[in-house]
């Protein structure tokens, strides 16, 4: 009887200990993750049901510590055919306005790429952002290190990074090529309004590289790639309005872009317009520009949401490749 109370009194002790030390490391874990389920038609020949995103995300809560922290992000994506898409790995220290990161994630550059997909108001970002921004079509991310100044009032906020130059869909064990980039932001408020308005910039010294969407497929590119962006946005509690312009220069031919995003909230309801340009370097393609009109119903906020929009091209006469979509947006921790 005697073995059995301390054979007893030990596990006990062991439970209760296993929970102090999950709960710690609960307390040091921030961690979420939504869905996105779409479906899409052009009431004609195409109806698709697919799974935009499924993200889930680790990072350091503030209990972890003064000066470090992390972050590792994946997804899972109908559009990658269902495997898990390793995104972000990141480790960061902080001193004063200073912060200092090194792994694998987005270099800072544009506006909207750093706005959440989740509090977007269009159910995609312009294709002038997902072609133009340094690593667009490489996988968005890059592995390098990244130096990060923000004033204690939030009202300056300058990057600058190097980085490998070729993103993270592919691993160059001999790398020639590399890439700088660099981002300014100024943010203002002004009568229950805020104002954010930057620039970026980037460098890189491209190896035999492809740019898909951006060049021919038939393209290997070796040389100097330049790449600037400008960015304005202003909102308060009903409104929001933004636009960017992009361009990247590969030694004297330029492709650019641009958008034009509104977004009208009241209560529940929010209108939503945008229009945007892309002119790519591809002689196959139609440079024509596209229209989003939508409305989103605020189930619970961002945390739940449910957005209805209209995508298509504009012609001088008429309206063309029209899709409409259905999205429900659903965060697993309210």
Known sequence: MKKFIIVLIISILKISLFAQIQDKIIKKTDWNAYTQTRFTTNFQDNYNFSLRRLKFWVKSSPEFSDRWYYKIQTTLSSI???????????????????????????????????????????????????????????????IGFQANLKTKNKLLQTHFGIFNGYGIKKYRINNKG??????????????????????????????????????????????????????LSWENRFIELQAEYLTAFFNKQKAEGYYFLSGFTFNK??????????????????????????????????????????????????????????????????
């Open 269 to 334: 309801h929010q209108i939503v317009f945008a229009y945007e340009y892309y002119r790519d370097l591809i002689s196959e393609t139609a440079d024509l520009p596209f229209v989003h009109f939508g409305y989103n119903y605020l189930i619970n906020r961002y945390k739940a949401k449910l957005f209805f929009d209209n995508y298509f091209q504009i012609t001088n006469e008429s309206i063309q490749n029209y899709s409409a979509s259905i999205q429900l947006q659903f965060f697993l921790t309210q």
């Open 80 to 142: 990658k055919n269902e495997t898990f898409f390793l995104q972000d790995v990141k480790i960061g220290y902080k001193t004063g306005i200073w912060s200092f990161d090194i792994g694998q994630f987005v270099p800072q550059y544009s506006l909207q790429r750093f706005q959440p997909d989740y509090l977007l108001p269009v159910i995609e970002r312009a294709k002038a952002i997902n072609s133009l921004i340094p690593d667009g079509t490489f996988g968005v991310r890059d």
């Open 178 to 231: 590399v890439m700088l980039t660099h981002k300014t932001a100024l943010n203002f408020d002004v009568s229950h309004s805020k104002i954010k308005t930057g620039y970026s910039l980037m460098f890189r010294k491209a190896d035999n590289q492809e740019f898909p969407k951006v060049l021919p497929d038939t393209v290997f590119y070796s040389g100097n790639d330049f790449r600037y962006n400008v960015f």
